[in-house]
């Protein structure tokens, strides 16, 4: 799939030129094996239509079916399996390749979709807390938590999103292959933003790790 959708771009990943005092501190974007794997569920499906084509097959043979006309059944359903997953992968890396995530020294830019671009925009200071999952297949994602007063739709951000936060919406910046790169670079901008203040008390939103999760 071609980006020309996003060749009108001033800067990739952005909306228009940095106003004069803002930097780029970090870009990063989806892998496709962990889309398809945590959005798309292909490995799960693969191993779900395999199961029940085994299953079928065994029931058939067990019935006495002719083995030409078992192999025939098999032949179909394992094409119609087989489109569909192409068609899954397919998507996967479409949305890997649309989604860029760009980090600014004042604000995370989501830019995702496929057929329909969308950008969203969150200022650092709306972002209010941080946790960071690490999957045994070594990428990672970023769950955000963004502020009440900041209004974000769970349709603009998918697949950008935790879907198991409705109310409020969590952004989530997934499949990162260098998920402590990104952990450092959202430390380091927080930093700048939420300095310790005795009078006022305000902190830097905190990055949690958890523990390694199984993938997918």
Known sequence: MGMTEYESEPVEG?????PEGET???QGRPHVAAMAKRVFYVPQLALYF???????TI???MEGV???QVMGTLAWQSGLAGIVLLLLWWLSRSYARSVLYTLTSERLVIRSGVA????VNVPIEQITAADMRVHRDGTGDILLTASEDRRLYWVLLWPNV????ARPVKPLLRGLEDPQRAARAFAAVAREHYPVCETFGRQAPTLGA???????
Do not use: D, F, K
């Open 50 to 56: 395999g199961l029940l084509i085994a299953g079928h």
């Open 24 to 26: 780029i501190v970090w």
């Open 210 to 216: 958890r523990e390694p999760l199984p993938a997918g």
């Open 14 to 18: 952005l909306p228009g030129h940095l």
């Open 116 to 119: 329909l671009p969308m950008m």
């Open 59 to 61: 029931y058939r043979l």
């Open 66 to 68: 002719v083995a030409a």
């Open 162 to 165: 935790s879907p198991w936060y």
